[in-house]
């Protein structure tokens, strides 16, 4: 991923790495906000970025964010209902945006109680009626890695993924079947998270370490490596892992 636009910062353990993920959050969408009057970030799901989000409640964050003017966005979801545990937005709800003063209607969850390609369908049009005619990019995309190398919920030799390294993919959302897991995800497809300014990962803990340093220096083989697809066309891409994470490079 030489080519990339690309910084890595390491921490020394995943409180620190949340702390600067907030800041780093505040300081992106409170300049999205001052230059355009809104915001937009995709969040990601699993469990690293729980910490980032709930240090986003603290006064420090929570009253330095103009929340009325940033609109949640997801990289993708679970296809449960909304309040399952499994829920990308059920965690996200939990951890942030029931915490906040965010107006209901900036929150736009994917509706993962809907069939798989309904609703992905359907978060397509709410992403083209949110961006209208403008250069559609989100402000901030956060993800994490999975120790497999998937991202969002583009997952090694899915379909969805198949389609990125074919250069075939034109949907910005795919329903896709993750075999591994015998379950359908609605996933973000690399067009829009690739055309944000600002790309951040959020990795931590010794078990993702095989999988950043393949990811990272390893061949490029995005089929098996998905993370691999994710480079910036115009923005930067920021690795935040903690150090057990980046013990490997
Ligand atoms: C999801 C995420 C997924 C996640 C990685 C890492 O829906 O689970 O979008 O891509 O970021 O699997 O998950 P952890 O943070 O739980 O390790």
Not at 130 to 158: C, I, M, N, Q
Not at 168 to 186: E, M, S
Not at 220 to 244: F, H, N, T, V
Request: glycine share 6%; hydrophobic share 45%; charged share 25%.
């Amino acid at each position: 991923m030489m080519d990339v636009n690309m910084r890595i910062e390491k921490f020394s353990d995943p409180a620190d790495l949340a702390q600067a993920a907030a800041t780093r959050f505040m300081s992106v969408i409170g300049a999205a906000v001052r230059r355009r009057g809104r915001a937009s970030v995709a969040l990601s799901g699993g469990a690293t970025p729980k910490a980032a989000y709930r240090r986003l409640t603290t006064p420090l964050f929570a009253d330095s964010i103009e929340w009325k003017r940033v609109h949640i966005f997801w990289g993708d979801e679970r296809c449960v209902p909304p309040d399952h545990r499994d829920s990308n937005y059920h965690m996200a709800n939990e951890t942030l945006l029931s915490q906040v003063p965010i107006p209901t209607e900036n929150i736009h969850r994917i509706r993962g109680e809907e069939e798989p390609h309904t609703a992905a369908e359907n978060y397509e049009k709410v992403l083209r009626s949110f961006f209208g005619d403008a250069e559609a990019h989100f402000d901030l995309v956060l993800l994490g890695l999975g120790k497999d190398g998937h991202t969002a919920s583009l997952f090694p030799s899915s379909e969805a993924v198949l389609l990125e390294v074919q250069g075939l993919q034109n949907r910005w959302v795919f329903a896709n079947y993750v075999d591994k897991l015998a379950t359908w995800r609605v996933t973000l497809s690399t067009i829009l998270i690739n055309a944000s300014p600002h790309i951040i990962f959020l990795v931590t803990g010794p078990d993702k370490a095989k999988a950043f340093k393949r990811v990272l220096h390893g061949p490029y083989i995005p089929e098996e490596l998905p993370a691999q697809l994710i480079r910036p066309q115009k923005g930067r891409l920021i690795w935040m892992l903690d150090k057990s994470a980046a013990r490997l490079i």
